[in-house]
C-alpha cells in the first residue's frame, strides 16, 4: 500500500469510528488498528490531531457535497423535486443507522467548533458551500417560478441548513426519524403554499 493509499485509509477509517462515536473520543491508537497501521506510523501521515481533523473535514465535505451536487444539480427534475428527494435520501440514511449518527459535520461542528478554532474556521467554510448549493437550487426555483422571485434565496438557504441540523440534532436525542420528517414536510408544504390562492373579489 502506497503512503498516498495508506494515508487515504486512516482518513477513511477514523471517519468512520468519528462518525459513530465522536472526535475527541476517538483514540489515534483506536484509529490505527482498524486501518492495519503500525502503531506509531501516525505522524509519519500527520502532523497532529487536529491536521488529521482536517482531512476527516475534507472527507466528509467531499461526500456531502457530492450528495448535494448529485441531487440540487439534477436538471431532469424541477428545483424543490431535487429539493425533496436530498431530504428523502437523508431520511433513509438517518434510519438505516438507527437514526444515532446524525450528520458528521453537524456532529463535527457541535462538538470542535468551541475548542478548536483552525477547526472551526474550516467547519464554517464547508458550510458555507453547502447553503451555497442549496442557495443555487433555489435561484433555479426563482426561474421556473415556483418560488416568488423576491424571495431572498441566501436566507432561505440558511434558514433550511440550520432547521436541517436542529431536525438531525433533535433526532439523535429520541432516537426517531420524526423531527426529521416533520421539518421536512412543514418546509415542502410551505413551498407549495407559498403562492397563496387569489381571492375572487367581492359581488356588489
Do not use: W
Not at 436538471?75 to 443507522?97: D, V
Not at 416533520?182 to 381571492?199: A, C, D, Q, V
Amino acid at each position: 500500500m502506497g503512503r498516498t493509499n495508506t494515508r487515504e485509509e486512516i482518513v477513511r477509517k477514523g471517519a468512520e469510528l468519528i462518525h459513530a462515536q465522536g472526535f475527541n473520543a476517538t483514540g489515534l491508537q483506536q484509529i490505527l488498528q482498524a486501518a492495519g497501521i503500525p502503531k506509531g506510523s501516525f505522524y509519519f501521515y500527520f502532523k497532529s490531531k487536529e491536521d488529521f481533523g482536517l482531512a476527516i473535514i475534507d472527507y466528509f465535505s467531499a461526500i456531502i457535497g457530492e450528495i448535494f451536487t448529485h441531487y440540487l444539480s439534477d436538471g431532469k427534475i424541477p428545483p424543490l423535486k431535487r429539493l425533496e428527494k436530498l431530504f428523502g435520501f437523508f431520511e433513509a440514511a438517518f434510519q438505516k443507522s438507527g437514526n444515532a449518527r446524525g450528520c458528521p459535520i453537524g456532529n463535527l461542528s457541535l462538538e470542535l467548533a468551541g475548542t478548536n478554532e483552525r477547526l472551526r474556521l474550516h467547519l464554517a467554510g464547508v458550510i458555507e458551500t453547502l447553503i451555497a448549493q442549496l442557495a443555487s437550487c433555489l435561484e433555479e426555483a426563482k426561474r421556473d417560478q415556483s418560488i416568488p422571485s423576491d424571495l431572498n434565496t441566501a436566507d432561505t438557504a440558511r434558514f433550511i441548513f440550520q432547521g436541517f441540523e436542529g431536525a438531525v440534532m433533535h433526532m439523535k436525542v429520541v432516537k426517531s426519524i420524526e423531527p426529521f420528517q416533520g421539518f421536512r414536510n412543514f418546509l415542502l408544504e410551505y413551498f407549495k403554499n407559498i403562492y397563496p390562492p387569489r381571492l375572487s373579489a367581492p359581488r356588489g
